[in-house]
T-cell receptor, first 114, second 109 residues
Framework: EAQVTQNPRYLITVTGKKLTVTCSQN?????MSWYRQDPGLGLRQIYYSMNVEVTDKGDVPEGYKVSRKEKRNFPLILESPSPNQTSLYFC?????????????FGPGTRLTVT | GQNIDQPTEMTATEGAIVQINCTYQ??????LFWYQQHAGEAPTFLSY????GLEEKGRFSSFLSRSKGYSYLLLKELQMKDSASYLC??????????FGAGTTVTVRA
């Protein structure tokens, strides 16, 4: 089954404790992206990647890091989480030219930073 | 990012038609997307417009006017399961994707 998976689905952590949210897709897609979703603000893009070893900043990259060492994986790293990073995070992927057909989203990771 | 505006909420009756408007300002344009998101779930792709005009897909249609920076999503023959948030998104030349805050549509019996 074609899918985007994220782990963990729920995470409660404390300020400053480094964490990684994993994202994996099995569709051989070139394009992968991370978003955060907050009430009243909608989805905001954090980082995106057009292919292996190619990453670019989205609209809200501060406080986040990503890497794309393999085509299928695109982890999101929070080196020193802060409470303002409490949010719902989505990973997504699509074929590079198939931004035309929209992205496939993972199920989401709800992160709480206390 | 891009400046994308859409109404916050809309309510309509089962069987009716609802039109969700989206206006945008962007530096470069690579396409406009509509997504549907049910509460507690991930967004799912509905439609894509890159040229001016109407794209029809069953009960859903999407329109684009690039010169006006305007799009709408038309939902016909509304069903209760159409109650959801509808997200307008614009892709700029650099393949960034910016979303509006979403329009919550409530369908009443």
């Amino acid at each position: 089954e074609a899918q985007v998976t994220q782990n963990p689905r729920y995470l409660i952590t404390v300020t400053g404790k480094k964490l990684t949210v994993t994202c994996s897709q099995n569709m051989n897609h070139e394009y992968m992206s991370w978003y955060r979703q907050d009430p009243g603000l909608g989805l905001r893009q954090i980082y995106y990647s057009m292919n292996v070893e190619v990453t670019d900043k989205g609209d809200v990259p501060e406080g986040y890091k990503v890497s794309r060492k393999e085509k299928r994986n695109f982890p999101l790293i929070l080196e020193s989480p802060s409470p303002n990073q409490t949010s719902l995070y989505f990973c997504a992927s699509s074929p590079r030219e198939g931004l035309l057909i929209g992205q496939y989203f993972g199920p989401g990771t709800r992160l709480t930073v206390t | 990012g891009q400046n994308i505006d859409q109404p916050t909420e809309m309510t309509a009756t089962e069987g009716a038609i609802v039109q969700i408007n989206c206006t945008y300002q962007t530096s470069g344009f690579n396409g406009l997307f509509w997504y549907q998101q049910h509460a507690g779930e991930a967004p799912t792709f509905l439609s894509y417009n890159v040229l001016d005009g109407l794209e029809e897909k069953g009960r859903f249609s999407s329109f684009l006017s690039r010169s006006k920076g305007y799009s709408y999503l038309l939902l016909k023959e509304l069903q209760m399961k159409d109650s959801a948030s509808y997200l307008c998104a614009v892709s700029a030349n650099d393949y960034k994707l910016s979303f509006g805050a979403g329009t919550t549509v409530t369908v009443r019996a």
